[in-house]
């Protein structure tokens, strides 16, 4: 099991920053990666920015050069830094903590909301 618990999240004007975290806890040494997606209303969930055990980061196109996703080991915490915010940003963003062996399982966070308005 793997509990996530993220923060971070909030109002902020265009062109702002906010830098999320995402705690892990519990199997930690099972993680194989880590990853943001976010979920706008009315629209799927998508991919934001992904890191493995490995340190390999992969972001969206819609993200490349705002956003950097990032981690501290010793912390067992994932950030992603956001800047150059609009409000097409706008979303609840959520943390996820995927296991590949002896099967895949996916590990959720709550999710934390952020707003990009004037």
């Known amino acids: 099991q793997v509990q996530l618990v993220e923060s971070g999240g909030g109002l902020v004007q265009p062109g702002g920053s906010l830098r999320l975290s995402c705690a892990a806890s519990?199997?930690?040494?099972?993680?194989?990666?880590m990853g943001w997606y976010r979920q706008a209303p009315g629209k799927q969930r998508e991919l934001v920015a992904t890191?493995?055990?490995?340190?390999?980061?992969n972001s969206a196109d819609s993200v490349k050069g705002r956003f950097t996703i990032s981690r501290d080991t010793a912390k067992n915490t994932v950030y992603l830094q956001m800047n150059s915010l609009k409000p097409e940003d706008t979303a609840v963003y959520y943390c996820?903590?995927?296991?590949?062996?002896?099967?895949?399982?996916?590990?959720w966070g709550q999710g934390t909301q952020v707003t990009v308005s004037s």
């Open positions: 996820k903590a995927s296991i590949l062996f002896p099967r895949r399982i996916d590990y």
């Open positions: 519990g199997s930690i040494f099972s993680i194989n990666a």
């Open positions: 890191i493995t055990r490995g340190g390999d980061t």
